[in-house]
Nanobody, 126 residues
Framework: QVQLAESGGGLVQPGGSLTLSCTVS????????MAWFRQAPGQERDFVAA????????YYTDSVRGRFTVSRDNSKHTAYLQMNSLKPEDTAVYYC???????????????????WGQGTQVTVSS
């Protein structure tokens, strides 16, 4: 069984940076496309970024493009989300997700992913 564990969330001032990590256990991370979603209170769980299993293709929602970078290190079984120039509207619980059978049109849809982490809180506030 695949298990995902996020870490790296916290409180940061506007304009600051955080790096989230998502460690995969149970199966080789090489088998999975990885993604990050976020959910603010009272909101839907929204797509943030995704990276294909070979690391060659990345995808972002428009609001984070140029500020966030998704990456992965398959040798460490870990995916990352580097977040720069953080804004208060980035405040949310961030979840990592994994799936082994995604087509391109499914990458941004939360229901496409079979495996999820427990989430990590990111709060951007002065």
């Amino acid at each position: 069984q695949v298990q995902l564990a996020e870490s790296g969330g916290g409180l940061v001032q506007p304009g600051g940076s955080l790096t989230l990590s998502c460690t995969v256990s149970g199966r080789s991370v090489r088998n999975y496309d990885m993604a990050w979603f976020r959910q603010a209170p009272g909101q839907e769980r929204d797509f943030v970024a995704a990276i294909r299993r070979n690391g060659g293709n990345t995808y972002y929602t428009d609001s984070v493009r140029g500020r966030f970078t998704v990456s992965r290190d398959n040798s460490k079984h870990t995916a990352y989300l580097q977040m720069n120039s953080l804004k208060p509207e980035d405040t949310a619980v961030y979840y990592c997700a994994a799936d082994g059978t995604l087509i391109l049109s499914s990458l941004r849809i939360s229901g496409s992913y079979d495996y999820w982490g427990q989430g990590t809180q990111v709060t951007v506030s002065s």
